[in-house]
């Protein structure tokens, strides 16, 4: 008990600290990836070639701190209610643009709107994250549908994929920090997505087979619920 007690400070300060470093490293990145977007556009000397390079390692630098920032700190600062349909349109109109990119197609299969009351933006990457990694799966031609059904207490959302799936072996380090099988992975999205849904008083499943393709039950409580039992101070630590 008091070692675990003694992890959860451990994580709470190592949170604090990249926090603060990523949130100090973030600006100066932003600055520079400005500056080589106009350089690509006006340059005409030949270290122009560079440039792409230089931007996509940025990019990579930018996507790293922004899933790290979130492990750090999984803080719900604006609670808010809404209805799952909406919200899950607008992930999918969001997505749309890097399924075109992969040539995947994501359908909506939406049976129920359940009302969510919990922080929308930190949702919203969780989500982001997993659908991200369901069109990365796929080969051309693939789809990715996102399903969402209720009951009385909870909302189900179902992200499924016909990619190339895992094994057991594979299913087994999801989710853990730095697991990665892309050549561009940071082996971040999934962990983020699975602390904040927990953190949310969620919980997440996957099932998958290798060469077939993958599905993430995920479970959420529905508002009504949620608001009778506020969040209490201990579900945000990580233990
Ligand atoms: P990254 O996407 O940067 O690799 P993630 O934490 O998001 O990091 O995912 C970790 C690994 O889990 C991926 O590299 C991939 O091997 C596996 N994975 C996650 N989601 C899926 C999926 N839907 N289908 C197949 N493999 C997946
Ligand atoms: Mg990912």
Redesign the pocket.
């Known amino acids: 008990m008091k070692a675990e007690i003694q992890r959860a400070e451990k994580l709470n300060m190592i949170g604090e600290l990249a926090a603060s470093i990523a949130h100090e490293v973030r600006n100066p990145l932003t600055v520079v990836k400005g500056f080589l977007q106009l350089m690509e556009r006006d340059s005409t000397n030949s270290s122009k070639q560079y440039i792409p390079l230089v931007l996509s390692e940025l990019g990579r630098a930018e996507s790293i701190i922004s899933d790290y920032l979130n492990f750090a700190k999984p803080e719900f600062r604006k609670m808010e209610t809404f209805h799952a349909v909406e919200f899950l349109h607008d992930l999918v109109l969001l997505l749309n643009p890097l399924a075109l990119k992969n040539g995947v197609v994501v359908e909506e299969a939406f049976k129920k709107n359940p009302v969510l009351y919990t922080d929308k933006s930190q949702l919203k990457q969780a989500l982001v ?2 659908v ?3 069109i ?2 796929n080969e051309q031609g693939g789809y990715v549908s996102i399903q969402l059904d209720a009951d009385e207490e909870h909302a189900f959302i179902v ?1 499924k ?1 016909t ?4 094994t057991a072996e ?1 299913l087994g ?3 853990t920090l730095f ?4 050549e ?10 699975l602390r904040i849904i927990e953190s949310m008083g969620g919980s997440v499943q ?1 099932e ?1 087979k290798e060469g077939e ?2 599905v ?1 039950l995920i479970r959420l409580p529905a508002a009504e619920s949620r608001k009778k039992e506020p969040i209490a101070e201990k579900e945000l630590v990580y233990s």
């Open positions: 994250n997993m991200k990694n369901a990365e799966a992200i994929d990619g190339k799936g895992m594979q380090r999801i989710g697991y990665t099988t892309k561009k992975g940071t082996g971040l999205g999934t962990m983020v997505s996957y998958s393709g993958t993430v």
